[in-house]
């Protein structure tokens, strides 16, 4: 609870002001979400929200802490996800706690629908500890608001339980509690979220790098901090090697890998941390001239014995997959694409999605002109939205962290412009509410225009499902379903000819036909397969993660090929049933057959009005 309380100052009512709305907006998004039934547990809105539920389903079921593989996934093969035990142990807890009064069923519903919002709560506390340190505790009440801006918000709606948010949250604490450094105590802090952060993953290690330079410049710049740079690295290392050790098979303590916290490259933190820790001690003795080539070398020693120990890392957090085998699927994947393409899909959407950047970079240097006092938290801030947002602009996974981090020097720019224009009747921190709250329905007002459909083939299309990391469009039958399409437009969303590409049914009245047959090995387009995995009891071949690259393969290989070819394959792997929506496109001859004449191999199993279409495979025993 010091967490969430030490964002503020307890005699502070701008303080007291910002944590009622910290703790009335989670309530707003689950009435939201109360308004459409179809949130609680019955549609995604992605796949990696259902592949979550999957594994903490496998992981109640089993018992098993350390078993990261998908027991019904590309069966016998067993392949541990990329993921990280950490981000299931709040909703895995929720679980257990309700399940006593609520009832199995109802405790996961109540999970899904309860901890996005309860998370949101950290999140808009760690936005306005930002906003404090750059503009006052007047810019903290405005910083919660903009945390409802429609490029965050979906991140938090209820059934959104993906470790995205969760791993936002933490990344920006490490900042938040960094540009507090001159404490010990919060370079502590700081060097704790760093730990957690990269234990979950390494979707934010732009952020955690800025934060580990910002403390490697203060052995160069300000020696006196020497304490807190020490402090700093020793609480990262301790908090890394536990959460990695709590969370990871004995035997698997030096799998290689650039997509996770593998133990190839917690050794290269470690060694980061280690040469940040020797460097704090030497560093301040010398002379100020051999400061910095001192503190680079070191630097540079630690980079080149990371990639000696995991060279393919050099190409990203995918540098594991042969580039040149990388298949369409994953080139696709909307989270990975670059901005210009957003904007050429979709202007406004890609406007709307780089407009917390940019109003952040601003806010962040009219907080470095108010003056000395906040001038270097200002600084530090704008150079890692900037970081943030060069790498958005070549992927647009980083917009969303861009926007994150961008909350603090927005209130914070608006607190310092409304306070040059001089005193006034209302309260600073209400003035700076108001803006906030502009800023959002400007957003918002956006978004709508986005999200609306632009012809009448969109208008036709029923449901997309969109790729890992990415959001889903559906009609607008609810609030929930218009705070999908709002999300779409304004989060990482595939582009036109990639969402055709991917339509498919996301809803679990979608699979109950196909649920309530015997249990047997599915072969369905790759999107559809944490929802078969989710809605069924089926085993399935394929899911858009990358790891499973050998029943990827073999689905799109035979999705996408010849009736004979398909034919062969499924025989070979033994596949019980072939699904498909009825509106995927037909992208190869076997699927433009399924959809007019199937072939005498496969029998239709469920009714001809449902969306999704079932075959059995006839085998000649």
Not at 479 to 498: C, L, N, Q, V
Request: glycine residues 8%.
């Amino acid at each position: 609870m010091s967490f969430l309380t030490g964002a503020f100052r307890p005699k502070s009512h701008d303080a007291r002001r910002a944590l009622r709305l910290a703790l009335m907006l989670p309530l707003a998004l689950a009435a939201a979400a109360l308004a459409d039934p179809a949130v609680l547990g019955e549609r995604f809105p992605d796949p990696d929200d259902a592949m979550r539920l999957v594994q903490i389903r496998d992981l109640l079921a089993s018992g098993n802490w350390f078993d990261m593989a998908p027991p019904r996934l590309d069966p016998p093969q067993v392949m541990p996800t990329h993921w990280s035990r950490l981000t299931d142990v709040p909703l895995a807890a929720l679980m257990l706690l309700t399940t006593p009064i609520l009832g199995a069923v109802w405790a996961e519903k109540a999970a899904l629908l309860l901890w996005p919002p309860m998370l949101f709560i950290p999140f808009v506390l760690v936005a306005a500890r930002i906003a404090r340190r750059l503009g006052g505790p007047a810019a903290m009440p405005g910083a919660v608001l903009l945390g409802a801006s429609v490029t965050l918000v979906w991140q938090f709606f209820p059934g959104r339980i993906d470790h995205h948010a969760a791993q936002a949250v933490v990344a920006s604490a490490a900042l938040a509690f960094a540009l507090e450094r001159e404490s010990v105590a919060a370079a502590r802090l700081s060097g704790v979220m760093t730990g957690l952060a990269l234990a979950m993953g390494l979707e934010t290690a732009a952020v955690l790098g800025v934060v580990g330079l910002f403390f490697a410049s203060d052995l160069i710049m300000r020696p006196n901090l020497r304490r807190s740079v020490a402090a700093y690295a020793v609480s990262a290392s301790v908090t890394l090697v536990a959460a990695y050790v709590a969370t990871t098979r004995p035997a698997h303590y030096l799998m290689s890998g650039c997509d996770g916290p593998t133990g190839t490259l917690i050794l290269a933190a470690l060694l980061a941390m280690a040469s940040l820790y020797a460097t704090s001690h030497v560093a301040p003795r010398l002379p100020p001239a051999g400061r910095a080539p001192f503190v680079v070398a070191a630097g540079l020693l630690a980079a080149a014995v990371a990639l000696w120990l995991e060279p393919n890392c050099a190409r990203g957090l995918a540098g594991a997959v042969d580039v040149a085998a990388k298949p369409e699927w994953l080139l696709d994947t909307s989270e990975l694409v670059p901005l210009s393409r957003r904007f050429t899909d979709s202007p406004v959407g890609a406007v709307l999605m780089a407009a917390l950047p940019l109003l952040g970079l601003a806010g962040a240097a009219i907080a470095a002109l108010a003056g000395p006092r906040r001038r270097r938290a200002a600084l530090e801030a704008g150079i890692c939205l900037l970081v943030l947002s060069v790498i958005g602009s070549m992927a647009v996974r980083g917009i969303f962290l861009a926007a994150v981090v961008a909350l603090g020097p927005i209130a914070a720019g608006v607190t310092m412009l409304l306070r040059r224009r001089g005193p006034s009747a209302t309260p600073l921190a209400v003035r700076s509410m108001i803006a906030a709250t502009a800023i959002c329905f400007a957003t918002y007002a956006a978004g709508l225009n986005a999200a609306g459909p632009t012809d009448a083939a969109e208008r036709a299309t029923p449901k997309v499902a969109a790729p890992a990391g990415g959001t889903s469009a559906a009609p607008s039958e609810g609030i929930a379903d218009r705070k999908a399409e709002i999300g779409a437009a304004a989060s990482p969303a595939p582009p036109p000819e990639t969402a055709k590409a991917q339509a498919g049914c996301v809803a679990k009245a979608d699979f109950r036909g196909l649920a309530d047959l015997p249990r047997g090995l599915v072969i369905a387009p790759i999107w559809s397969g944490p929802y078969v995995l989710a809605w069924t009891h089926h085993d399935v071949m394929s899911s858009p993660h990358h790891r499973f690259k050998r029943g990827n393969d073999f689905a799109e290989a035979a999705m996408n090929g010849t009736v004979d070819g398909a034919r062969s394959a499924m025989r070979e792997r033994k596949i019980d049933y072939v699904v498909l929506c009825r509106d995927t496109p037909a992208t190869g001859p076997f699927l433009a057959a399924l959809k007019a004449t199937p072939p005498e191999w496969l029998e239709r199993v469920n009714g001809p009005g449902d969306e999704l279409l079932v075959f059995r495979v006839v085998r000649a025993d």
